[in-house]
């Protein structure tokens, strides 16, 4: 199993990673939670100014990011039979870097996706949406230095929200909406439905049964 999180800044999705990881230890999974971009390209993509990077250097860069990502921590935990749960994939270059910012590259990320993704795919992805507004307000800032994102503003995250909701209605069957405006636990339970849905489990949302 290789589940896919997603949403914009703020959309809590990072907390229902972690809640969806413990409902499926609590049924004897042994699962990898894990997060793009990760390590030194990380530090690259989220620190410094907002023109630090051209659209395109940066898409290439969270390509590299997954190529190393998917190489050394994905394939490997699932060869051994892990579930993995991905806090970000390949649906956010497209959403960020060609919703966000515009850039015209989306045939070229279907050929990187050719050739770095390959059957690696998540077979399930759940999209954490939730309002601009409200995600902001909630993400508050940063810790640290990783403020980069923070600086293409507010109508910029309009525009990832608004390509993530055009992904998730072109590929219904991959892509699972789930309304995250909710309170913790709600979201957190239509995750689990969702999960519950798509793999044929019986996962319990709550931490007593
Ligand atoms: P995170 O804070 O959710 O870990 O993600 C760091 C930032 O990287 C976030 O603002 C979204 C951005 N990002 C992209 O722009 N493109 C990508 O392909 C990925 C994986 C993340």
Same mark, same amino acid.
């Given at each position: 199993?290789?589940?896919?999180?997603?949403?914009?800044?703020? *959309?809590?999705?990072?907390?229902?990673?972690?809640?969806?990881?413990?409902?499926?230890?609590? %049924?004897?999974?042994? &699962?990898?939670?894990?997060?793009?971009?990760?390590?030194?390209?990380?530090?690259?993509?989220? $620190?410094?100014?907002?023109?630090?990077?051209?659209?395109? *250097?940066?898409?290439?860069?969270?390509?590299?990011?997954?190529?190393?990502?998917?190489?050394?921590? &994905?394939?490997?935990?699932?060869?051994?039979?892990?579930?993995?749960?991905?806090?970000?994939?390949?649906?956010?270059?497209?959403?960020?870097?060609?919703?966000?910012?515009?850039? @015209?590259?989306?045939?070229?990320? $279907?050929?990187?996706?050719?050739?770095?993704?390959? $059957?690696?795919?998540?077979?399930?992805?759940?999209?954490?949406?939730?309002?601009?507004?409200?995600?902001?307000?909630?993400?508050?800032?940063?810790?640290? @230095?990783?403020?980069?994102?923070?600086?293409?503003?507010? $109508?910029?995250?309009?525009?990832?929200?608004?390509?993530?909701?055009?992904?998730?209605?072109?590929?219904?069957?991959?892509?699972?909406?789930?309304? %995250?405006?909710?309170?913790? @636990?709600?979201?957190?339970? %239509?995750?689990?439905?969702?999960?519950?849905?798509?793999?044929?489990?019986?996962? *319990?949302?709550?931490?007593?049964?």
């Amino acid at each position: 199993m290789f589940i896919s999180f997603e949403g914009i800044d703020g *959309s809590g999705k990072s907390t229902q990673v972690a809640l969806a990881a413990d409902a499926l230890r609590r %049924a004897g999974h042994d &699962v990898v939670v894990t997060k793009e971009p990760k390590g030194e390209i990380r530090t690259l993509l989220v $620190e410094g100014g907002a023109d630090r990077w051209s659209p395109l *250097s940066e898409l290439l860069l969270h390509y590299a990011a997954r190529q190393e990502h998917l190489l050394h921590e &994905v394939r490997p935990a699932l060869a051994r039979g892990a579930v993995v749960l991905c806090d970000r994939f390949v649906d956010s270059t497209i959403a960020y870097q060609c919703g966000g910012h515009g850039l @015209n590259a989306e045939a070229l990320v $279907e050929n990187l996706k050719l050739e770095i993704i390959g $059957e690696t795919m998540p077979e399930l992805t759940i999209l954490c949406d939730v309002g601009v507004e409200e995600a902001l307000a909630r993400a508050g800032k940063r810790p640290g @230095n990783e403020t980069r994102y923070e600086g293409f503003g507010v $109508e910029y995250m309009q525009r990832v929200r608004e390509r993530f909701l055009q992904l998730a209605a072109a590929d219904p069957a991959r892509i699972r909406k789930v309304d %995250a405006g909710q309170a913790v @636990n709600m979201v957190h339970a %239509a995750v689990i439905a969702v999960m519950n849905q798509s793999y044929g489990l019986q996962l *319990s949302g709550n931490k007593n049964d």
